[in-house]
Nanobody
Framework: QVQLVESGGGSVQAGGSMRLSCAAS????????MAWFRQAPGNERERVAS???????SYPDSMKGRFTISRDNAKNTLYLQMNSLTPGDTAMYYC??????????????WGQGTQVTVSS
């Protein structure tokens, strides 16, 4: 059973930084992709960043520059470093994973989400 547990969300002022963590367990496939998504009220869910099991990283153009995804294999933990945050980054952030699939495909496993609120 794959489990993803996010942590690290909270409130921050505009211009600040925050690092999210996602503790993963149960991933067995040699090839997998993990990603961060976010969803603000009234908006569609959007992908923030993804990282393949080989270490290859991918960011949508709109997310490049301020967000950095990383992974600590020894700790089975995924991270999202967010810098220069703006109120527009306020959203629920979700960790997701897919085994044997691609980073631009459907994700099979999702965490419960962690709220990030950026105040002006």
């Amino acid at each position: 059973q794959v489990q993803l547990v996010e942590s690290g969300g909270g409130s921050v002022q505009a211009g600040g930084s925050m690092r999210l963590s996602c503790a993963a367990s149960g991933l067995r496939h040699s090839y997998y992709c993990m990603a961060w998504f976010r969803q603000a009220p009234g908006n569609e869910r959007e992908r923030v960043a993804s990282i393949y099991s080989t270490g290859w990283k991918s960011y949508p153009d709109s997310m490049k520059g301020r967000f950095t995804i990383s992974r600590d294999n020894a700790k089975n933990t995924l991270y999202l470093q967010m810098n220069s945050l703006t109120p527009g980054d306020t959203a629920m952030y979700y960790c997701a994973a897919v085994e044997g699939g691609y980073c631009d495909g459907e994700y099979s496993y999702w965490g419960q989400g962690t709220q990030v609120t950026v105040s002006s």
